[in-house]
């Protein structure tokens, strides 16, 4: 009993699992992240567009900011009618 309670205190502290070794890594910011736009005219054509996390967070808080969306009221101009 004496020796297993002395290999338990030896032992080395456990690693980290897969799971979270994977999840700190999908969430860091230097992570590329490849995305597909259609090509207008094309049915089957895309551009494949890669850039970090971070920089992919800072378009979209840009286009947010210019305040362009793509909605049914999004270019309506000076009238505001929707």
Same mark, same amino acid.
């Given at each position: 009993? +004496?020796? +297993? +309670?002395?290999?338990? +205190?030896? &032992?080395?502290?456990?690693?980290?699992?897969?799971?979270? &070794?994977?999840?700190? &890594?999908?969430?860091a910011p *230097?992570?590329?992240?490849?995305? *597909?736009?259609?090509?207008?005219?094309?049915? $089957?054509?895309?551009?494949? $567009?890669?850039?970090?996390?971070?920089?992919?967070?800072?378009?979209?808080?840009?286009?947010? &900011?210019?305040?362009?969306?793509?909605?049914?009221?999004?270019?309506?101009?000076?009238?505001?009618?929707?």
């Open positions: 009993m +004496l020796i +297993l +309670l002395l290999l338990s +205190l030896t &032992a080395p502290d456990p690693q980290p699992t897969p799971a979270q &070794a994977t999840k700190t &890594a999908a969430t *230097e992570k590329r992240v490849c995305r *597909e736009f259609p090509v207008t005219g094309s049915l $089957v054509g895309s551009q494949k $567009v890669c850039k970090t996390r971070r920089e992919w967070d800072i378009d979209r808080e840009r286009i947010r &900011a210019s305040g362009l969306t793509s909605g049914v009221c999004g270019n309506q101009g000076i009238s505001g009618n929707c």
